[in-house]
């Protein structure tokens, strides 16, 4: 049997109000768990109580899950900044050495990498 593979790449995943949507979650199944309290009876005599404490889990993992996607999402602005400024720091550099070294030409064999960073030598012409 032959091992399946992708045909095309994965699209990036879509980015959007995380925290909001998972507070809004959150809020709505703790007032479920709300409204089904003063019915506690009625779903105890059926043999129904899941419905209840479902609700109540519900909210207990959605405040686990704001927690979780606020963390991602200070994690992500991090990263973002600490990316901005690399970037501009790089380009503060690449100002002050190209004004600097502005008489002197790399040969073929002294070529810089590309810009992956991999250090092979890249290709001129």
Do not use: N
């Not at 089904?36 to 405040?63: E, H, K, M």
């Amino acid at each position: 049997m032959a091992k399946w593979t992708a045909r095309h790449e994965a699209p990036e995943p879509l980015e959007g109000p995380v925290v909001a949507t998972v507070t809004g979650g959150t809020v709505i199944w703790f007032a479920l768990f709300l409204v089904q309290l003063p019915f506690y009876g009625w779903f105890s005599d059926r043999g129904q109580l899941w419905w209840v404490w479902t609700c109540a889990a519900g909210g207990v993992l959605g405040l686990i899950g704001i927690w979780y996607v606020r963390g991602r999402e200070a994690a992500l602005k991090r990263h973002a900044e600490a990316a901005a400024a690399e970037a501009e720091a790089e380009a503060e550099a690449a100002g002050a050495g190209g004004a600097a070294g502005a008489g002197a030409s790399a040969g073929p064999d002294e070529a810089a990498g590309p810009e992956d960073g991999s250090g092979r030598p890249g290709r001129t012409g």
